[in-house]
């Protein structure tokens, strides 16, 4: 079994920082790319950024998120500086890797965690 489990959310003022983690567990032969996807209410889920041997970022965070990766630790990070209260969401974390050496990649989720930006 695979599990992902998010930490680092909170609630923050408009301008401030927060840092997310991920940590990956249980059968792993390797991952191919982590990302970090939110979903603020009454919205579809989206993509925020992403990484594997590059990083990707949505437009709207560009320049005041970082996406960083452990390999050795299966951990995947989401700093978040300069925070806006339209970054209010549930973020989740998803990675793309083969359980086995002989399963094709495939997709897990974290259970996701909140993140409140406001005064």
């Known amino acids: 079994q695979v599990q992902l489990v998010e930490s680092g959310g909170g609630s923050v003022q408009p301008g401030g920082s927060l840092r997310l983690s991920c940590v990956t567990s249980?059968?792993?032969?390797?991952?191919?790319?982590m990302a970090w996807y939110r979903q603020a209410p009454g919205k579809q889920r989206e993509l925020v950024a992403t990484?594997?041997?590059?990083?990707n970022y949505a437009d709207s965070v560009k320049g005041r998120f970082t996406i960083s990766r452990d390999n050795a630790k299966n951990t995947v990070y989401l700093q978040m500086d300069s925070l806006k209260p339209e970054d209010t969401a549930v973020y989740y974390c998803?990675?793309?890797?083969?359980?086995?050496?002989?399963?094709?990649?495939?997709?897990?989720w974290g259970q996701g965690t909140p993140v409140t930006v406001g005064s």
């Open positions: 249980g059968s792993i032969f390797a991952i191919n790319a």
């Open positions: 998803n990675a793309r890797l083969m359980p086995t050496a002989w399963s094709p990649p495939q997709d897990y």
């Open positions: 990484i594997s041997g590059r990083t």
